[in-house]
Structure formats: structure tokens, C-alpha cells
């Protein structure tokens, strides 16, 4: 192993998925910003580590999202009075603000509409007080809710007071990156509490709800690690 990789603290550097084993092995890079350009990225840290024909390169879409220019600061949103209502009914974590905010409710509102968010809203309530179920909010609302990030109390400086959407077009970025590096590569929307994948490369080989299995434990972790992409390399 490249002596550059190791697991970040606290987590595990293996996992076993269906009897399979896989390495995930995190990423140091400097600080994204939206001066950089994600191909440039992934081949700058990424590439170079990449070592083994089926290595897959996964990329935190928080990192894709900067790129992207959408990460917006906290005083160019203004929050309308139903966000304000909506984000005081949300459950806030220590994993995550979530939209737990007037500002990243907000933000939800525009990116996938209100009539949607109220819906989401409406069959969340319907979930938890008569079937006692959870999640049912962003089931309906969708990935573009699920991916907006607030600040929070280990958020890394600039983005302590930015809200960060979900990146545009993860799967056509992710094969974007691909073809640049010669490996494929997966979007990752990944914290303590749950993740899926929201784009890869080559949807014939990889699996979205699979490889989200293999990482489910957040490899990146979730603190000041500015560890934002990493290697999945299957072992014996």
C-alpha cells in the first residue's frame, strides 16, 4: 500500500460487502475551492494512486459541489418565512445540520420547488405519526434536498459559512473524471448516519446501492480530515 494512504482515525481501512473485502483508502488534498477544477483534481491526487485495473475513485460531492460554484454564503440567502417554519420541524444530528436552518431550507425550496418540498413535508408527518417511519422526507424531496450541507461545528474555514448544494449532473462529471484518469469513478454523498451514490462513471459495472454498502461507514469521515475523495481497491 502506498505508504501516502491510511485510514483516517477511528476508521475502519476494510470493509466486507456479499463476501467480498475492499480497502478504502482516503485522500489528502489541499482545500477545494471554486478555483479548481474537479478533473484537475482527481488527476493531481487521485490518479497517481490509482494503482490497481479495478481501483474506483470516489469523490465527495461537497468537493464536486465547490467546483461547481455552489457553495453560497450564508448572507446572499434570505430565507422566506416558510422556511423558517419548516426548518424549526426538522431533526437536527451532530452528524449535520441538514436543513435544519432557514438557510439551507431555503436553499431546498429553490432547488427542487416548494409545491415538492411541502409534499415531502406532508408524507414525512404522515410517516412518522401514523406508520412510526423515518426518512420518508427525502424519499420525496429527492437527492437535490438531500445533498445541501450547512455549516457546522467541524466545518472547515471558508465553509463554516457557506450552504453547499448538491453538484449538477454527478454521473456525466463522474465519467468526465473518468475518462481523464483511466479508472472509474463514483460521487459520493456519504456521512456518519447514512450515504448513497449519486453518480458514477460506468452504471453497467458499478452498482450505486452496492458500493454505497461498501462505504456506509464514512471512510472520509466527517470532521476536519480534508480528506475529500479515496480509493476502493477490492482485496483477497
Request: net charge positive; hydrophobic share 35%.
Amino acid at each position: 500500500m502506498d505508504e501516502k494512504l491510511a485510514p483516517n482515525p477511528g476508521k475502519n481501512e476494510v470493509i466486507e460487502v456479499d463476501g467480498k473485502k475492499f480497502q478504502r483508502l482516503p485522500i489528502k488534498t489541499h482545500l477545494i475551492t471554486d478555483k479548481d477544477n474537479i478533473i484537475d483534481v482527481a488527476e493531481q491526487y487521485g490518479k497517481p494512486v490509482l494503482e490497481q485495473p479495478d481501483d474506483i475513485l470516489f469523490i465527495s460531492e461537497k468537493c464536486v459541489a465547490c467546483t461547481q460554484r455552489r457553495a453560497i454564503h450564508l448572507s446572499k440567502i434570505h430565507p422566506r418565512k416558510l422556511a423558517v417554519r419548516l426548518s424549526s420541524h426538522v431533526m437536527k444530528t451532530p452528524h449535520g445540520i441538514g436543513l435544519g436552518m432557514p438557510e439551507t431550507m431555503e436553499c431546498a425550496l429553490q432547488e427542487c420547488g416548494t409545491l415538492r418540498i411541502l409534499f415531502a413535508a406532508a408524507i414525512s408527518v404522515i410517516g412518522k405519526k401514523i406508520f412510526h417511519k423515518k426518512g420518508w422526507f427525502y424519499t420525496v424531496a429527492g437527492y437535490r434536498a438531500r445533498s445541501i450541507d450547512g455549516p457546522c461545528h467541524n466545518t472547515i474555514p471558508p465553509y463554516n459559512e457557506y450552504v453547499v448544494l448538491g453538484p449538477e449532473k454527478p454521473d456525466k462529471v463522474a465519467a468526465q473524471i473518468a475518462e481523464h484518469i483511466g479508472y472509474r469513478v463514483c460521487i459520493v454523498d456519504i456521512n456518519d448516519l447514512e450515504g448513497q451514490i449519486l453518480g458514477v462513471s460506468d452504471k453497467k459495472t458499478m452498482n450505486k446501492k452496492f458500493y454505497a454498502r461498501v462505504l456506509k461507514d464514512n471512510p472520509l469521515g466527517q470532521d476536519d480530515q480534508q480528506t475529500p475523495m479515496g480509493v476502493i481497491r477490492q482485496v483477497d
